[in-house]
């Protein structure tokens, strides 16, 4: 049978994008979604993409004996654990609902890799378990800190978590990535991000705002003691991002042990002014925006120190800002509703 990829999550914005490549590279891959913050539809253009069928389940992470069916029917033998809620404004208002689905899933997740003899682990981390970052840019061996609400914490107990059963049991070999600021979109405008209520991110409100569904754009804080007063950010193009894990997976399958944990960064900072006004270069169009309060949990600078990566992966994110926007702006327009079709027209009574 051949050797297939589980990758949980991976009908989700940077799942679907690291699929892509996986299928592109000659692997074969599984998707597992329970759809709750993403579409078929995402799966649908991956086949479109990859001109190949894809394998997808639409189930939980959280469901053990689904586990246990997927790892007896496929010839898995690696994970890229994508799966988790990402929303930090809800995590605070349904903490237990993150802990149960990032904390209690990945838990549920490694003891059915367990007991299939799986041991490749890649996990989606972020930048977040940093908490305030002492010093910049970021290295790793920094160590984390407290971060600001429970989408975080759920993030940092899964690293502790993982970093017990590597020390426990020497047959695992996990791959922890702190994703910094992913944005962008394939060139083809035909997956990309996607969230299924209203986003919070930067780049998909600056694309609301563009494209008229949003009247203009709330820049949390103007007091930061940074360039012009707004906050940093280490934008990575998702496309960096997905080949990072691929570099992640080839380690893990070579003769790693361990854990090991790697930034995936740009190593370059842009402020959300700038940001504003590199889209502004790249679309032509103006940016309506107002300065409101800071948002609670932000950090002034958040930057990479990607050069671990650079020299136990090989990598090292290759695409710029402009690239970035020109690529978010191309899936925003080629898919204002995202995955949803176009509502219908209301009609007029009488008509
Ligand atoms: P996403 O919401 O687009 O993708 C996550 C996918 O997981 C979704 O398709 C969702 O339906 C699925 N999912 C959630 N809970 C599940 C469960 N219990 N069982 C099965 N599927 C489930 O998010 P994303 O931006 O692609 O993020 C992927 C991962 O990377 C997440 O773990 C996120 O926390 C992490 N991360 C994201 C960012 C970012 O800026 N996008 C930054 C740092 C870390
Ligand atoms: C946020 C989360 C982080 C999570 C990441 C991916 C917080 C505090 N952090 O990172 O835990 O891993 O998303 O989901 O929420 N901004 C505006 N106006 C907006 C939106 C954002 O000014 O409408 C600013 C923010 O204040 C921030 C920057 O843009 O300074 C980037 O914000 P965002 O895209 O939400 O990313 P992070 O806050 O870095």
């Known amino acids: 049978m051949r050797k297939t990829t589980l990758i949980t999550g991976g009908a989700g914005y940077l799942g679907s994008h690291t699929a892509l490549q996986l299928i592109e590279a000659g692997h074969s891959v599984l998707i597992l979604d329970n759809l709750c913050n993403s579409s078929r539809e995402a799966v649908a253009?991956?086949?479109?993409?990859?001109?190949?069928?894809?394998?997808?389940?639409?189930?939980?992470?959280?469901?053990?004996?689904?586990?246990?069916?997927?790892?007896?029917?496929?010839?898995?033998?690696?994970?890229l654990h994508f799966a988790g809620l990402k929303a930090v404004a809800q995590s605070v208002r349904r903490p237990m609902d993150y802990y149960a689905n990032n904390v209690f899933g990945t838990l549920n997740l490694c003891q059915a890799m367990a007991r299939a003899h799986v041991f490749n682990l890649v996990f989606s981390s972020s930048a977040t378990v940093y908490g305030e970052p002492a010093r910049m840019p970021i290295v790793e061996e920094h160590g984390t800190g407290k971060p600001a609400n429970p989408y975080?914490?759920?993030?940092?107990?899964?690293?502790?978590?993982?970093?017990?059963?590597?020390?426990?049991?020497?047959?695992?070999?996990?791959?922890?990535?702190?994703?910094?600021?992913?944005?962008?979109?394939?060139?083809?405008?035909?997956?990309?991000?996607?969230?299924?209520?209203?986003?919070?991110?930067?780049?998909?409100?600056?694309?609301?705002?563009?494209?008229?569904q949003r009247a203009a754009l709330t820049v949390y804080g103007n007091d930061y003691p940074t360039v012009d007063g707004t906050c940093i950010r280490d934008y990575i193009h998702v496309l960096d991002l997905a080949e990072g894990h691929l570099k992640a997976l080839q380690v893990l399958q070579g003769d790693e042990h361990g854990l090991h944990v790697w930034n995936l960064g740009s190593g370059t900072g842009y402020s959300v002014l700038q940001i504003i006004s590199a889209f502004e270069d790249v679309t032509g169009l103006r940016i309506p925006y107002r300065f409101a309060a800071r948002r609670a949990g932000d950090v002034a600078e958040c930057r990479a120190d990607a050069s671990k990566a650079g020299r136990e992966l090989g990598w090292r994110a290759q695409r710029?800002?402009?690239?970035?926007?020109?690529?978010?702006?191309?899936?925003?327009?080629?898919?204002?509703?995202?995955?949803?079709?176009?509502?219908?027209?209301?009609?007029?009574?009488?008509?």
């Open 45 to 79: 253009r991956l086949e479109l993409l990859s001109h190949s069928h894809v394998d997808f389940i639409e189930g939980d992470i959280r469901d053990a004996a689904l586990l246990d069916e997927i790892f007896s029917t496929y010839a898995i033998d690696a994970v």
């Open 152 to 212: 975080g914490r759920s993030k940092l107990m899964i690293e502790e978590l993982l970093s017990d059963l590597a020390l426990a049991d020497s047959r695992w070999n996990i791959a922890v990535l702190r994703y910094f600021n992913p944005i962008g979109a394939h060139q083809s405008g035909l997956i990309g991000e996607a969230p299924s209520g209203r986003p919070n991110n930067l780049l998909p409100c600056l694309t609301e705002v563009a494209s008229g």
């Open 320 to 351: 710029e800002l402009t690239q970035m926007l020109i690529d978010s702006w191309r899936w925003q327009t080629s898919n204002p509703w995202g995955y949803r079709p176009q509502p219908a027209p209301l009609l007029a009574v009488g008509s």
